[in-house]
């Protein structure tokens, strides 16, 4: 099993910034994909960023520019740098880590508890 600690939400004015963190722990052999979903009130979960092992990262559009993800492998960890955050931005953001135990073993993915970030206007 994989655990997710997630950190570094809360409530921000528009226009500032959060840097979110989320470090995996437990059975890791090797991590390959890591993300972070956001689910807004009454919506979906959706697709915020992603990074894979080799540092090859995506954006969902409404993102494009003022989210940054990145990772340190070292420390099983990754990271959401959000700027110029906007209202639409609220929500709960999950971490999302798709990892092996063994090398013989398939991929799992593993989910975070979810950070709150609030952006009032």
């Known amino acids: 099993q994989v655990q997710l600690v997630e950190s570094g939400g809360g409530l921000v004015q528009a226009g500032g910034s959060l840097r979110l963190s989320c470090a995996a722990s437990g059975s890791i052999f090797s991590i390959n994909a890591m993300g972070w979903y956001r689910q807004a009130p009454g919506k979906q979960r959706e697709l915020a960023a992603t990074?894979?092992?080799?540092?090859?990262?995506n954006y969902a559009d409404s993102v494009k520019g003022r989210f940054t993800i990145s990772r340190d492998n070292a420390k099983n960890t990754v990271y959401l740098e959000i700027n110029s955050l906007k209202p639409e931005d609220t929500g709960v953001y999950y971490c999302?880590?798709?990892?092996?135990?063994?090398?013989?073993?398939?991929?799992?993915?593993?989910w975070g508890q979810g950070t709150q970030v609030t952006v009032s206007s």
């Open positions: 999302n880590v798709a990892s092996k135990s063994r090398p013989w073993l398939g991929v799992r993915e593993y």
């Open positions: 990074i894979t092992s080799g540092g090859s990262t």
